[in-house]
């Protein structure tokens, strides 16, 4: 619409009106505000230049409008990795370019997760299964079983013992 037409109208008059007294387009604006609701929030803005909540001293508003302390990064006796904060510790470089799950830059990860013996995959060792224990491809410990038996299956993918030419067969770790 032309302002011809809205003055004719007596209209330019009505929309300049509210400001006529000094007002401004902003504090109308305010006037018309409606607050967020604050259920659930300790702190944070109302979204009107009010607040929801202010948190205690020492404590920080969360993005989920909760008042949390604050996250120390720890980065003691690390090199590498996660600072605890969602930082980091730093980066890994040749020679030793990858990081550990302890923090340290290593040129290998040993692959010892779930494993207590074997091959570590970086020339070292999982760990041990004793005397008497057998170590099983899958990198968990086994202790044979030939208590009562004179043949058979030790329980680890060893034998018991094997039978002789005249008892022949093995039936339940017995000799027949």
């Known amino acids: 619409m032309s302002p011809r ?5 007596g209209l ?6 509210p400001w006529a ?4 387009a ?10 967020i609701d604050c259920t659930g929030r300790a702190c944070g803005a109302d979204g009107c230049g009010g607040l929801c909540g202010v948190c205690g001293l020492g404590q920080a508003c969360s993005t989920e409008f909760q008042c949390v302390d604050p996250c120390v990064p720890d980065c003691t006796l690390a090199e590498c990795g996660d600072d ?9 470089s040749a020679p030793t370019p990858l990081c550990d799950p302890a923090g ?4 290998c990860i040993s692959a010892c997760t779930g494993r207590d013996c074997g091959d570590d995959g970086c020339g070292g060792v999982c760990g041990s299964c004793g005397a008497t224990g057998v170590c099983l ?5 086994c202790q044979p079983s030939c208590t009562g038996r004179e043949c058979g ?8 013992g094997t039978c002789t030419s005249t008892t022949v067969n093995c039936i339940d770790g017995v000799c027949m």
């Open 26 to 35: 902003h504090h109308q604006a305010d006037l018309d505000c409606v607050p």
């Open 137 to 141: 491809d899958t990198g968990l410990c």
């Open 84 to 92: 605890g904060c969602g930082g980091s510790c730093g980066a890994c």
């Open 153 to 160: 299956d030790d329980g680890c993918g060893g034998s018991c």
């Open 12 to 17: 330019l008059i009505a929309a300049v009106a």
């Open 104 to 107: 340290r830059c290593v040129d």
């Open 21 to 24: 007294c000094g007002e401004t």
């Open 5 to 9: 037409y809205l003055l004719a109208a």
